[in-house]
Nanobody, 121 residues
Framework: QVHLVESGGGLVQGGGSLRLSCAASGRTFSSYAMGWFRQTPGKEREFVAAISRSGSSTKYADSVKGRFTISRDNDKNTVYLQMNSLKPEDTAIYYC??????????????WGQGTQVTVSS
């Protein structure tokens, strides 16, 4: 069982930046590809970005491509999401999770508490 704790969210003006972190417990963190997802009220949770176990491969949703960068530090059991040029439509609760080989399907049955990102116009 991997326990996930997201942090780094906040209120930012449009065009601003935030860096999210996701700390994972357990010694098997480097065994999993990891991803970020987001959810707004009344909508399904959607895929944002994913990164391979080594960090050498990444995948992004079209809506964030060129603005967001996912990275990981296996020594710190942490995955990051650097978000630049933020838009009001990026407002959501952001979650991390392991992902399967398609780099989009969440792998772990449980989710962390998420971190709220609010972008003002």
């Amino acid at each position: 069982q991997v326990h996930l704790v997201e942090s780094g969210g906040g209120l930012v003006q449009g065009g601003g930046s935030l860096r999210l972190s996701c700390a994972a417990s357990g010694r098997t963190f480097s065994s999993y590809a990891m991803g970020w997802f987001r959810q707004t009220p009344g909508k399904e949770r959607e895929f944002v970005a994913a990164i391979s176990r080594s960090g050498s491969s990444t995948k992004y949703a079209d809506s964030v491509k060129g603005r967001f960068t996912i990275s990981r530090d296996n020594d710190k059991n942490t995955v990051y999401l650097q978000m630049n040029s933020l838009k009001p439509e990026d407002t959501a609760i952001y979650y991390c999770n392991g992902v399967y080989n398609d780099y989009e399907t969440p792998r772990f049955g449980s989710w962390g508490q998420g971190t709220q990102v609010t972008v003002s116009s």
